[in-house]
């Protein structure tokens, strides 16, 4: 018993050394303080349908972009897109397309939908999927606007297409997550497909897309806003 105590002892400082030390922390703590009074720091707040520069993509929605792609979740999962956390309750929040394309929701999606991008803006031949996900409450009630049902396929869509709403759907109503669109870019699988969005290896760098900071390897301490944001 008593070797069972020191090794969960060493094992919990191992854990906690982990999240206090990792390189990304002084954005982190940035996010912190936004998450405790998002009024007390309204510059830190992107605006959704607002374009940074001349990046191709509309922002998806309003919020602090808190969780960047590639950031790290523990020792075997990292981040493989964007959470963008609004700092309000379930279904307030507008989500909004990025960018013109192709909708589909499948039948079981009770808080997702993807775009099919014919083509790349920054890459043009490829095609590329925009994921957009926890946009229902604890239990599955969906926040996905009735425009897009369960089951519809292709529909197309123009950017700033209004999508749904922020929610915190986890797919365990005893554990929900906090209120957030996650958004990413998913790679073509090939054959008409997109590639498994749960890895990062599948996924691309928001940064170049939305003209903003998003990459967790090389933004260590940087709130992620736009200086030439335009509406």
Known sequence: MFLLII????????????YLYQPNAPRLNHFRQW?????????WKLTAGSRCGTAPFLFPTDGFAGFLWGDSFGFR?????????????VGITPVV???????????????????????DPLQPGRQI???YTHMADPFGNSYISDDFPAGVAEMFIEAGTFLGYQGNYSGNPNNPVGVHLH???????????FKNELEISNTLDPSPYLGLPLNGYENRDQVPVCETTVE
Not at 35 to 43: C, E, F, I, L, V
Request: hydrophobic content about 40%; overall charge negative.
């Open 7 to 18: 090794a969960t002892a060493i094992l919990t400082a191992g854990i906690t050394a982990y």
């Open 35 to 43: 998450m405790r009074n998002p009024a007390s720091h309204p510059d």
């Open 77 to 89: 999962h990292t981040h493989q897109g964007i959470d963008v956390f609004a700092g309000t309750e």
């Open 97 to 119: 397309a990025a960018y013109p394309g192709y909708l589909t929701r499948l039948p079981e999606w009770k808080s997702a939908v993807i775009v099919r991008v014919p083509e």
């Open 129 to 131: 999927w925009l994921y």
């Open 183 to 193: 958004f990413s870019i998913v790679e073509d699988a090939g054959n008409g497909e």
